[in-house]
C-alpha cells in the first residue's frame, strides 16, 4: 500500500484527493498548513506529496525547498490554482516532480499519481535490459533505482535519476532539452525547457562533486546534453 501525505488548505479539494487515493489503495494523511506539511514529512517516509502551492505558514515551493535540502526525496506532486509561467518553473526548480493546475480532472490526477509511481519504480519494474551501468566510479542500479559514486550511495530526486538514467542508457547520444523534458516530464510541459538546465546542474554537482576531470555529463553546444561515452 501506498503511502501519501496531502498538504492542502481546501477542505474540498483535500476530501477528493483523499477518496480518489484511497480508491488507489493508498493509505492518506492530509494536513492543510506547510509547517505542518514540513513536520509530517520530516517524521515519516511516504512515497508520495501531494503539495499545494498556496499555503498558510510555509508555501508550497517553500516546503519543497526544505524537504531537498534536508535529502527528502520523495516524488513531489504540485498543485496551483496559479497558471502563470513563473510559478511552473518556480515549482520545477523547487524541486518537484510535477504539476498540477487546479481546477483539475480526476482521470488527470490519477494519471499523474500513476505515472509519479511509475517513475519513482514503486512498482519495481525496469525497462533497461542491463541491471547495473557502470562508468568508472559511477554505479547506476537501474532495477533498485540506486546510485552509488565511489561505492557510496547519492541521494537523488525522482527527476534527477530519470534524466540520469535516460543520458547514461545512450552514451555519446545527444538529447535536446525538448527531448529531456519529455522523456522526464511530458510533452504537455513545452516551454518550460530551460527547468532541464537547473536539474542538470544539481545532478551535476551530485554525481560530479570534486571531480574536475572525470566530468560524466557533458554539454553538446547548440543541442543539449549527452552522457560521455568516453568512460
Known sequence: MKEVLIVE???DIRDLLRIHLQ???CRVQECSDGLTGLSKA???AFDLIVLD???PKMDGIALCQRLRALNNFTPVLMLTAKSEEFDKVMGFESGADDYLTKPFGIRELIARVKALFRRAGLNGESNSKQEVLR???LKINILQQKVCLHERRVDLTPKEYQLLAILAGSPGRSYSRIELLNQAWGN???GYEHTINSHINRLRAKIEPGLPSQEFILTTWGVGYRFNEEL
Open 9 to 11: 488548505d481546501d477542505p
Open 53 to 55: 502551492l498556496m499555503l
Open 135 to 137: 562508468f568508472g566510479p
Open 42 to 44: 520530516s517524521a515519516h
Open 23 to 25: 480508491d488507489l489503495n
Open 188 to 190: 504537455e510541459f513545452h
